[in-house]
């Protein structure tokens, strides 16, 4: 029966993970970097960072030279989001209607950082950066 239930958690792994490639593929993303602890998704023309459970997103980096430059200068540029105090407030207001309509229902609705605008979509609502500190 464990094993069992071991071979079904490794099946679902298995499929979680070729949903979250099928995912990127749909959306144009050809590959990832990982830097400096984030993933970098990497499509033709540009490089965004996945920084679950925020989102900052502004912040896109098109590819002159080749992909690793774009990340770098992309992280550069996440600098500020990633060492952040955040101050967590719920979105309300009717011009943040797209943006409420990203949160994973049921559960929390997203909220927004009042220092550096990013959100937070996920249940947890990191303190610094991305962690929960």
């Known amino acids: 029966?464990?094993?069992?239930?071991?071979?079904?958690?490794e099946l679902l792994r298995r499929t979680?993970?070729?949903?979250?490639?099928?995912?990127?593929?749909a959306l144009g993303f050809v590959r990832t970097i990982q830097y400096m602890g984030i993933t970098f998704n990497i499509s033709k023309r540009f490089v965004i960072?996945?920084?679950?459970?925020?989102?900052?997103f502004h912040l896109i980096e098109h590819i002159d030279d080749n992909a690793e430059?774009?990340?770098?200068?992309l992280y550069e540029r996440l600098s500020p989001l990633l060492t952040c105090r955040h101050?967590?407030?719920?979105?309300?207001r009717e011009e943040d209607r797209q943006?409420?309509?990203?949160g994973i229902?049921?559960?929390?609705?997203?909220h927004i950082c009042r220092r550096c605008t990013a959100y937070a979509l996920g249940e947890s609502l990191p303190t610094?950066?991305?962690?929960l500190a």
């Open 105 to 110: 229902n049921p559960g929390p609705p997203p």
């Open 1 to 9: 029966m464990k094993d069992d239930l071991n071979e079904q958690l």
């Open 69 to 73: 430059s774009a990340v770098f200068r």
């Open 128 to 131: 610094i950066g991305r962690t």
């Open 87 to 92: 101050q967590w407030t719920l979105l309300k």
């Open 49 to 56: 960072a996945d920084l679950s459970p925020i989102a900052f």
């Open 99 to 102: 943006i409420r309509s990203l």
């Open 16 to 25: 979680v993970a070729d949903l979250e490639k099928a995912s990127r593929q």
